[in-house]
């Protein structure tokens, strides 16, 4: 076997109108008082990848267009849908009551590990946190569940964009039946 890499121009990815008009996985992102500009950028490339319905960013969670964010996001801002909300949990409380049902993503006391969890019929929100503070309590404390991703090494956490590519991957094949 060759193994030669593909181009570019034949990986077949959608343009973005293309990507307005396909249908999206039924998967919300929500980035609760997200700092770093390049992480936030990182999740919209990784949002981009997994053909995500929206991204909801929240609290001091900075919006499009900043150059920071279009480093890492390579134009998925473009793509992604996405809207700005001042506070998490009432997002998280207005999802809930369209019957969207909304995880935190965080190590917590009863979370479910991503490798048991399975995503609900319908649409499935996940809850991002913070660098240094994480997912607001308040937060946790309202959803409807907690999904942690098993670590087994030295640190206490993974990067916000690291974990966000874990687990949009994860939920997305286990939604798709990869
Ligand atoms: C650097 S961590 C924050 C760590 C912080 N010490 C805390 O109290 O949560 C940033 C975000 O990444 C996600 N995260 C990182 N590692 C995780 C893990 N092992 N399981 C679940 N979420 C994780 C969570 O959403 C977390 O809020």
Redo the contacts with the bound molecule.
Sequence with gaps: MKKRKLLNSELDRKSISEFHQAEKTPLIVIL?N?RSLNNIGSVFRTSDAFLIKKIYLCGITACPPHKDIRKTALGATESVHWEYREKTIELVKELQAEGTKVY????AEG?EM?NDFQPEPGINAV?????????QQEVVSASDG??????LGSK?????????G??LWDLFSKIKKI
């Design positions: 609760d997200v935190a993503i965080e190590q979370a991503l809850v991002f946190g913070n660098e240094v503070k994480g997912v907690v999904i942690e991703i098993p670590q206490h956490s993974l990067n916000i964009s690291v974990s966000a874990v687990v």
